[in-house]
């Protein structure tokens, strides 16, 4: 039984990337009504607020798992990943990329996995170290004084929507090109304090996002329209974008995102290897997978 005290915290990422996990989430339903609450930051502050233990669960940045690992499970089945475009995290440029290496890039604040995507790209296979400084995320204003502007979420794709005249690198696109492999953005992390202290709430929030995925993908059409209605475009714009995104998590996945830490590891942006600790539906840590 649930206890009545009972209540976890939910990040929820503020872009449309993460809608289908959240759009028919079953918030209403007698057995979670009073027992979840949700908090709609963007992916850096949902880090911190995880990392806190403000927030008990939900998607953050797949590097913020990377450096706190020891803290957190992972639910397998759902997360933000692409095998090649991803069409909201976009690197604009002026020059190619050959010389962007050797120049000055403005960084979105509200990105982690993405910000360091791009520093391994630019350190493993462009042979550079440029110049980085955070920004908000404003396309116009990152380019007066930069050779490149990395933007993600809504704030990409509202960019990829205007005149700017810019080259653009996709950076799924270009992970897939050098690699070969698959990206994860967001992982679904949970507190290992928080699964311990309520496993049954934690595997009936693991069913309802499972159900929210199923029939948002399943039935897209009104989800689609909102996306339409808040963000702006076509139907067709946002068909293409949750189609061309991935809401799973298995060993396609895992095994892309393994790659990726170990480059960070490599690189000496994270202290150790990374292994990926899923949660499994007993909850406990001690009967939980480990990979990598
Ligand atoms: C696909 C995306 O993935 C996101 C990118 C993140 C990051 O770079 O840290 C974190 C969560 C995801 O929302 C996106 O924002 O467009």
Redesign the pocket.
């Known amino acids: 039984m649930t206890d009545n005290k009972d209540i976890i915290r939910i990040g929820k990422?503020k872009?449309t990337?993460?809608w289908p996990l959240f759009y028919r989430f079953p918030t209403g339903r007698a057995d979670l009504r009073d027992h979840v609450h949700f908090e709609e930051q963007v992916?850096t502050q949902l880090n911190r607020g995880i990392a806190s233990g403000e927030i008990d669960m939900g998607?953050i940045?797949s590097?913020a798992y990377g450096e706190n690992y020891q803290q957190y499970l992972l639910y397998p089945d759902m997360s933000?990943s692409a095998l090649g475009e991803?069409k909201?995290?976009l690197l604009f440029h002026r020059e190619p990329l050959e010389s962007v290496a050797n120049g000055s890039i403005a960084l979105t604040t509200s990105?982690?996995?993405?910000?360091n995507l791009l520093r391994i790209i630019m350190e493993k296979y462009y042979k550079g170290k440029p110049q980085y400084s955070y920004a908000a995320p404003s396309l116009t204003d990152m380019m007066v004084q930069n050779d490149a502007a990395l933007l993600?979420?809504d704030d990409?794709i509202r960019a990829s929507w205007q005149n700017h005249g810019y080259r653009v690198t996709d950076l799924g696109a270009e992970w897939l090109r050098q690699t070969g492999q698959w990206m994860s953005?967001?992982v679904w992390a949970i507190r290992k304090d928080t699964a311990e202290r309520h496993p049954e709430l934690v595997k009936r929030v693991f069913e309802a996002f499972l159900e929210s995925k199923r029939k948002s993908l399943a039935d897209p059409a009104g989800m689609i329209q909102q996306a339409v209605d808040t963000i702006g475009g076509t139907r067709s714009y946002w068909e293409g974008y949750f189609g061309g995104?991935c809401y799973d998590f298995g060993a396609p996945q895992w095994s892309g995102l393994q790659l990726y830490y170990d480059y960070a590891y490599e690189l000496g942006f994270l202290p150790e290897r990374v292994p990926l600790q899923i949660w499994s539906d007993s909850g406990r840590s001690d009967k939980t997978a480990v990979r990598g």
């Open positions: 990422i872009y990337n993460v992916p998607p940045s590097y933000v991803v909201s995290i990105s982690a996995s993405s910000v993600i979420g990409a953005f967001a995104l």
